[in-house]
């Protein structure tokens, strides 16, 4: 919310939307967690890259305000690639889950 403070706010339009879908997969990326959904993989990948980019536009602003949000999306970006590795180190050792097609991270 920081970004639409700023006097050139068209300059932040592309950072407060990504901002909003960083929050917004990451608030959906718990919820899958809480409710154990069987999908909550195809969200972590998901959120990653949805926090990586976020995090790539913060970066590219000298505010404050950004760099803390640029290494808070890195940081949930991490997170999320750490619970997917624990993920399938669990599943592999139970063997796989029968569903259908896996969504690619390219």
Avoid at 16 to 44: H, P
């Amino acid at each position: 919310m920081a970004c639409l403070a700023e006097p050139n706010l068209a300059k932040m339009t592309r950072c407060v939307r990504l901002d909003t879908d960083c929050a917004q997969i990451c608030r959906l990326a718990a919820a899958y967690m809480a409710r154990d959904s069987e999908m909550v993989d195809v969200i972590w990948e998901i959120c990653a890259q949805v926090c990586d980019t976020c995090a790539q536009e913060c970066s590219q602003h000298e505010m404050n305000h950004c760099r803390h949000c640029a290494e808070a999306c890195r940081h949930a970006a991490d997170e999320c690639r750490m619970l997917l590795a624990d993920f399938f180190k669990t599943h592999a050792e139970q063997g796989r889950r029968q569903r259908g097609p896996r969504v690619s991270t390219h």
